[in-house]
């Protein structure tokens, strides 16, 4: 159906500022939100970041006013900028489509995820 790849990750000092991508490709024309998730080092994986098809965002509490989310259509890419970066803020991030197949419907596409370290 669709197929999502996250790229990105990496190692970045605590404060700072780093970028994720997702590009979508296949039947894209299905994707409605996309969302970022992760999961840190013994936790399970929570929600970051989502964004609907008319582009309204919800974030997880702990990174409100640190990270924005946004998507281009045209590429088939959503975006995950992270600021302020604090080292609980290390985790596996993964991209995650929302498909309507039907009136009924809906299936879910995932990455398989980028590593980002936040240390000095």
């Known amino acids: 159906q669709v197929q999502v790849v996250e790229s990105g990750g990496g190692l970045v000092q605590p404060g700072g500022s780093h970028g994720l991508s997702c590009v979508a490709s296949?039947?894209?024309?299905?994707?409605?939100?996309m969302g970022w998730y992760r999961r840190a080092p013994g936790k399970e994986r929570e929600l970051v970041a989502t964004?609907?098809?008319?582009?309204?965002?919800d974030y997880e509490d702990s990174v409100k006013g640190r990270f924005t989310i946004s998507r281009d259509n045209a590429k088939n890419t959503v975006y995950l900028q992270m600021n302020s970066l604090k080292p609980e803020d290390t985790a596996v991030y993964y991209c995650?489509?929302?498909?309507?197949?039907?009136?009924?419907?809906?299936?879910?596409?995932w990455g398989q995820g980028t590593l980002v370290i936040v240390s000095s």
């Open positions: 964004i609907t098809g008319g582009e309204i965002t």
């Open positions: 296949g039947r894209t024309y299905l994707i409605d939100a």
């Open positions: 995650n489509a929302v498909l309507v197949v039907s009136t009924t419907t809906t299936l879910e596409a």
